[in-house]
């Protein structure tokens, strides 16, 4: 049942972060996740923020800079409809298009996406377990088969968002606002590890609003991808994920931003894979030798080893697709 919360709708940025100066309220966007935790008592609150009366957060435009902006409050539906990420953007693109189902890409927000609390059955049920306060972590000898495989620390989730990944390759940044300030943060430094703060999965402070994402410019030879595997060919969050943005000259890799969803409780860099293939024409032995750095050092729980098999045969499959 949904607990009693005043709902308050402003109409600029401004108003919106005087009320979160003001009261201790919480961020309401599309609500799809926010609601949802409400409702099963993940966590309460006295107040909801609405920003869905702010036209100045929606929508898709060019930037100075040849990139372009996202609005916080843009659906990820008009993400995987809109042109210029298409052709420009396709690993976004390509993660806009797997998240959830029709409805939800309708209803969810990008700022929504990135910030959404993750899909641990302990943390989302009846369980007091470390991340909401609690003293232990349930899923470390429990049920861990959808769990990480890199970055685990105390907290073993993986970060939900299909978006996160994707825009970190692309090297996109968030534009936050606080009462007192703006800044900015690069979506690959966004979400906070388990070892920094078990209870704690984005930077951001309770007043801040993230008000667009910037993307860069393409960079010339650009050429990227998103993909996961999930449990249901329907929808479903990634039990593996890997956003490619690699750039070309003729045939060969001159940098690489790689990605993994599913792997760690943040947006995973497979900082080892970029090594191997910066500056190779993606040859057969060095996408297996990227494949293997892809799992090197991951730690599976119990029951999910099968995601090292999993993550290995994506790389190969994604980074053969992308050398064409
Ligand atoms: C059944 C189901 C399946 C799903 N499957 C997938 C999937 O396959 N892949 C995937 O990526 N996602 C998936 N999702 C998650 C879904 O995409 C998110 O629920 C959605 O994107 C969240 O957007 P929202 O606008 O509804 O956010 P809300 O629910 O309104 O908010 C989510 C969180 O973000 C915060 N927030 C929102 N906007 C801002 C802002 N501008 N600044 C700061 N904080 C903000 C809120 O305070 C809240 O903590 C699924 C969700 C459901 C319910
Ligand atoms: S993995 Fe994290 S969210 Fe899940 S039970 Fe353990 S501490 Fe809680």
């Given amino acids: 049942m949904l607990p009693k919360f005043s709902h308050i709708r402003p109409t600029s940025i401004r108003e919106a972060l005087a009320v979160l100066e003001e009261k201790d309220g919480l961020i309401h966007a599309g609500g799809s996740d926010l609601i949802g935790c409400l409702r099963d008592g993940v966590f309460t609150t006295d107040t909801l923020v609405s920003l869905g009366s702010i036209p100045e957060l929606s929508g898709i435009t060019a930037s100075a800079d040849g990139g372009i902006k996202i609005g916080a409050m843009t659906t990820i539906s008009e993400i995987a409809d809109n042109e210029a990420i298409g052709s420009g953007y396709t690993a976004l693109a390509d993660a806009a298009k797997v998240v959830a189902s029709p409805q939800l890409r309708n209803q969810g927000t990008i700022a929504g996406n990135l910030c959404q609390k993750p899909r641990c059955w302990y943390y989302r049920g009846d369980f007091d377990c470390l991340r909401k306060g609690g003293e232990i972590c349930y899923a470390y000898s429990g049920e861990n088969q959808y769990h990480c495989i890199f970055g685990g620390d105390m ?100 940098s690489a931003r790689v990605f993994l969803s599913g792997a760690a409780p943040i947006p995973w860099r497979a900082k080892g894979v970029e090594k191997v293939i910066t500056g190779t024409k993606l040859e057969a032995a060095t996408i297996e030798d990227a494949a293997l750095a892809a799992v090197t050092g991951a730690e599976p729980l119990a029951e999910n080893g099968y995601k090292i098999e999993l993550f290995r045969g994506l790389m190969a499959e994604q980074l053969e697709a992308i050398r064409g």
């Fill in 155 to 254: 907290c073993y989730i993986v970060h939900p968002s299909d978006t996160a990944p994707a825009l970190a390759a692309h090297g996109a940044i968030c534009r936050v606002s606080s009462p007192s300030a703006s800044r900015s943060v690069a979506v690959e430094k966004l979400h906070v590890s388990p070892s920094v703060d078990p209870q704690r999965e984005v930077v951001l402070e309770d007043d801040e609003i993230i008000t667009e994402i910037l993307v860069p410019k393409p960079p010339s030879g650009l050429r990227s991808s998103y993909r996961k595997i999930r449990a249901r060919a329907s929808w479903d969050f990634a039990l593996a994920g890997v956003a490619l943005a690699l750039v070309f000259d003729d045939d060969t890799v001159t």
